[in-house]
């Protein structure tokens, strides 16, 4: 890694004299100096480098092959508004988007890029969009928090019924609920157990070890939906195209490379980065601790007594770590763990429900309800602007509100509301905001909402911690 680092020096140093008024000829090209600059340079790379406010982050191709490929599908419009994969899933953002580069995106095309249109851009899909000052309104939440609205209906047989919908944008109806996400990092998918924040694209195979279909197959299937939904293609894409993304996507790794306080985080044999990443084993239902599997995760182990330069800022990580596998969290009212093991409490860890080693989603399909579904949400969140449903039980008669029923609209079951996965947590420095809809604006709110919502009662220094290490993967 340190000599891609320095090749990648090299090569901007180069580029700054060669590639003078080229223009970037990739969809969504980057608009500010600095991005088309490391775009040209990286262009034939199998290592891209994206500065972030904490260092800097990297995403490689482990395969040896470009991380920007513009022969790959996943690079060009498959359907009729003017969409890539890319258009969303951007590496100089770790393979999601941010609002900051939206909003320059929508500045420098007047809300034209195509990450603009109304299918799920948009508040709604039947926002006026005629004028710069209306796309400004109608793009609010993606400018804002970088959300897509995702429209899914409640099932037919579902346990449960609409009683209620407060939607600003007066769209959302039992037949389409708008559901406002963010795109999941399109990297580090070798580790997945479950696609999607609400596993619908992880389909049960009883004939399969673990019993669910190979993840190679689901996301071929979820290429298809994404072309068919966000690209609006009129025809399924072809299997031949499927295949080529899954097999590029699956290549890429995504994690912080450096950190301004703590430098390379692969010194001294830290294992940061994403090289190291991916070659990080994984099996299905590894270490899960409802298995009965050990847990102890160590990319940083090698900061904690750590005594040449830098030795507060890599203290602080391992610290961080240290909190991280150790902490004891009572875990309580989570619907999906708690319920499901008939534990009012189960004494735990982040590693509890973040337990895939050095990646951090969770190695078995577990969607949790742990409250960032809720219109008034604890520890801070912000879920303003979301619309909120009102659902019943139809054999109880028993109400809840949520702004995104989640897994639940998948089963149809009552106990799934709210319920999402445990996403992957590395790469986390460059891509804020954070959970499924984008209510924590960085990652000390994450820590803030999980301090009231168990009463860690942390210090300041332990957050700070937390955050130096979650900065840091
Ligand atoms: C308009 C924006 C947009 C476009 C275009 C788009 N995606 Fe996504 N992608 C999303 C959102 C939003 C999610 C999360 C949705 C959810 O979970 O309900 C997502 C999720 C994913 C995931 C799941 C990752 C995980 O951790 O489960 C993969 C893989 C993915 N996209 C790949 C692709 C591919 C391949 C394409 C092109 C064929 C594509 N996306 C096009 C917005 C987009
Ligand atoms: C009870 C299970 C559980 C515990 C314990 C837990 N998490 Fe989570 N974590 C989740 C789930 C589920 C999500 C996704 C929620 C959502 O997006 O709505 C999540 C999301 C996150 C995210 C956001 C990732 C992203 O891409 O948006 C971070 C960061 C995170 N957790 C860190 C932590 C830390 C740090 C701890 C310990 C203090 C912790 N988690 C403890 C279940 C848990």
């Known amino acids: 890694m340190r000599a891609s680092i320095a ?50 982050a990297q995403t490689i191709n482990a395969s040896g092959g470009r991380v920007i490929d513009p022969g790959n599908p996943f690079f060009q419009a498959l359907g009729t508004n003017g969409r890539a ?20 995106r929508f500045d420098a095309t007047g809300g034209t890029d195509p990450i603009f249109r109304p299918v799920d851009g948009a508040t709604s899909p039947d926002a006026d969009v005629s004028t710069v000052e209306a796309r400004r309104s109608a793009y609010a939440l993606l400018l804002s928090r970088g959300l897509i609205r995702i429209g899914l209906g409640v099932p037919p047989d579902a346990e449960f019924e609409l009683v209620d919908v407060q939607d600003p944008y007066g769209h959302a109806s039992a037949a389409e609920l708008s559901l406002f ?32 279909a190979p993840l190679a197959l689901e996301l071929a299937d979820q290429a298809n939906v994404a072309t068919l939904g966000h690209a609006q293609a009129a025809a399924p894409l072809g299997d031949a195209q499927r295949q080529a993304i899954v097999a590029f996507e699956l290549q890429l790794y995504t994690a912080q490379a450096s950190d301004d306080g703590a430098g390379r985080l692969t010194s001294g044999g830290a294992s940061g980065g994403p090289r190291v990443l991916s070659a990080q084993p994984f099996t299905f239902g590894v270490n899960d601790p409802f298995d009965g599997g050990p847990f102890d995760p160590a990319v940083f182990d090698e900061f904690t007594a750590w005594q040449g330069s830098r030795r507060e800022a890599r203290a ?55 409250g960032t579904d809720l219109p008034e949400p604890p520890g801070g969140l912000d879920a303003s602007g979301l619309p909120v449903y009102t659902l019943r039980d139809r054999a109880t008669g028993e109400l809840t509100r949520t702004t995104d029923p ?33 209510s924590a604006p960085d990652l000390a709110s994450v820590v803030g909402f999980y301090d009231a919502r168990f009463g860690l009662r942390l210090t300041e220094g332990e957050k700070g911690d937390l955050v130096a290490f979650l900065r840091a993967l």
């Not at 795109?183 to 195979?205: H, K």
């Not at 902490?327 to 534990?343: H, M, Q, R, W, Y």
């Not at 989640?406 to 709210?418: F, H, P, S």
């Not at 590395?426 to 891509?431: C, D, F, K, Q």
């Open 316 to 370: 602080a990580i391992a610290r961080g770590q240290e909190l991280f596998d150790h902490l004891p969290i009572a875990i309580t009212g989570v619907s999906g763990l708690n319920d499901e093991l008939g534990l009012p409490v189960v004494q735990g860890t982040c590693t509890t429900c973040h337990d895939t080693p050095h990646a951090g989603s969770h190695s078995v399909p577990a969607p949790l309800r742990v």
């Open 406 to 438: 989640g897994r639940a609209l998948v089963t149809g079951r009552w106990k799934d509301i709210g319920r999402f996965k445990g996403p992957t947590l590395r790469g986390l420095a460059g891509r804020a905001p954070y959970f499924h809809n984008g």
């Open 181 to 212: 996400r963010r795109p999941l990092p399109a990297t580090n998918l070798r580790f997945l157990s479950t696609v999607m924040w609400d596993g619908r694209e992880t389909f049960p195979d009883a004939s399969q070890p673990g019993g669910y």
């Open 7 to 56: 090749s990648f020096t090299a090569s901007l140093a180069l580029c700054a004299l060669a590639c003078q008024g080229q223009p970037a000829a990739d969809a969504g090209a980057p608009v500010d100096a600095a991005a088309r600059e490391a775009l040209a340079a990286d262009r034939a790379g199998s290592v891209f480098t994206a500065p972030n406010a904490a260092g800097a």
């Open 85 to 104: 994969c890319a258009t969303c899933h951007d590496v100089r953002d770790n393979m999601t988007i941010t609002p900051a580069r939206l909003r320059d």
